[in-house]
Structures are given as C-alpha cells and as structure tokens.
T-cell receptor, first 115, second 113 residues
C-alpha cells in the first residue's frame, strides 16, 4: 500500500518569495508521483508528474519538483510566487498500471501568498 | 468541451434519502475513478473502472454506496439512505490507458441535512 505525507498543512509566504512544499511517500513497489492544485470549489488540476527519467520535473505555472528515491521525497518548488498561486496543493502517488492504479493523496498544503 | 463533466454541481438532501451523481469522462478515456473529499482533507479513493469493469473498491465504499459504468462511458455513483457523514465533495477523474494524465471534474458537493 502507498501513503503520502505532506509535512506542512499551511505555508504563508510573501509575493515574489521562493516556496517549497514538502511531500514524502511510502511504498513497497514502484510508484508514479504527482502534484495537483485545487482552487476553492473546483476540481484538481495537474501541476506536474514524475513517471520515469530525469528526477527534476518541470510543470505548469513555473513549478518544479524533484524526485529523490533515497529520501522518498517529491518536494514542490517555485522560485517566485504570485498572489494567484494561493490555493491548496496536493501530492499524490500511484502504483503502476496493472498494479494498484489508484491515486493516493496527501492531506494537502494550503499556500497563502501575501502582498 | 472535452473535459470531465459532473452533474449536479451541488446537491442538498435530507438524511435517509437516496442520491445519484453522474460523471461523463473524456470520451477516449477507459479508466474512470471516483473520490470523496471532505473539508480540509485530500481526496480519498472510492472506486475505479476500466471500461465497464469495476476493478477496485475502497473499504470506504459501504453497502450503501454503489457505482456503475454500464457501457464503459458515463458512470453513476449512488448513495442510499444518506447520512450526515456523507456530506462531502465527490470527484470523478478519468484517464486513457497507458497515460497517467488524470483529468478531474469539478465535483459534486453533497450536503446532507
């Protein structure tokens, strides 16, 4: 079984500051890793995903994440945030096709960008 | 619109009533997933389909919950004898085989009063 821990429930930052949202996962099998963003009363939008290859993954809206197998981490970073980045961010893990394919989500990190 | 469509967006029901939600996935996506999200929590997996076959169900899916995808296209999630604890956002997602680009719908928010 897979599980995800998002270490910070809330992260306040000032506009144009860098941010890192932390995610650790647990799994006994190969996994795929994802970051999603959710704005109020909306569904989830994919920011980026790691399936294989380069451990540094670039996503939409200037976000990037680094897969670290030894640390079982997949932290999300952005060098300079905007007010519009205020939202809830979810890290998720999935088993590979043919195995347990469901996405397992963390509890989320609420990012608040202040002017 | 080629996204995942969920209907209704909001549903208020009295405790004990039955409710049914519908999800229309992206047409070429053979995988369809249902999740439940309560306030302040991440989405929790309920069940998923590969075409019309229901391949996995969570223990969260009590016998009051049933999901179908009869022709491998749209899916319905029914909750019988609703309880206040069923109040949540119900999210549907779909993806094509071999591609992990899950697309989520905007969800159905259920309030049980």
């Amino acid at each position: 079984a897979q599980s995800v821990t998002q270490l910070d429930s809330q992260v306040p930052v000032f506009e144009e500051a860098p941010v890192e949202l932390r995610c650790n996962y647990s799994s006994s099998v190969s996994v795929y890793l994802f970051w999603y963003v959710q704005y109020p009363n909306q569904g989830l939008q994919l920011l980026l995903k790691y399936l294989s290859g380069s451990t540094l993954v670039k996503g939409i809206n200037g976000f990037e994440a680094e897969f670290n197998k030894s640390q079982t981490s997949f932290h999300l970073r952005k060098p300079s945030v905007h007010i519009s980045d205020t939202a809830e961010y979810f890290c998720a893990v999935s088993g590979v096709e043919g195995g347990s394919e469901k996405l397992v989500f963390g509890k989320g990190t609420k990012l608040t960008v202040n002017p | 619109d080629t996204g995942v469509s969920q209907d209704p967006r909001h549903k208020i029901t009295k405790r004990g009533q039955n409710v049914t939600f519908r999800c229309d996935p992206i047409s070429e996506h053979n995988r369809l997933y249902w999740y439940r999200q309560t306030l302040g929590q991440g989405p929790e997996f309920l069940t998923y389909f590969q075409n019309e076959a229901q391949l996995e169900k969570s223990r969260l899916l009590s016998d009051r919950f049933s999901a179908e995808r009869p022709k491998g296209s749209f899916s319905t999630l029914e909750i019988q004898r609703t309880e206040q604890g069923d109040s949540a956002m119900y999210l549907c997602a779909s993806r094509p085989q071999g591609n992990y680009g899950y697309t989520f719908g905007s969800g159905t928010r259920l309030t049980v009063v």
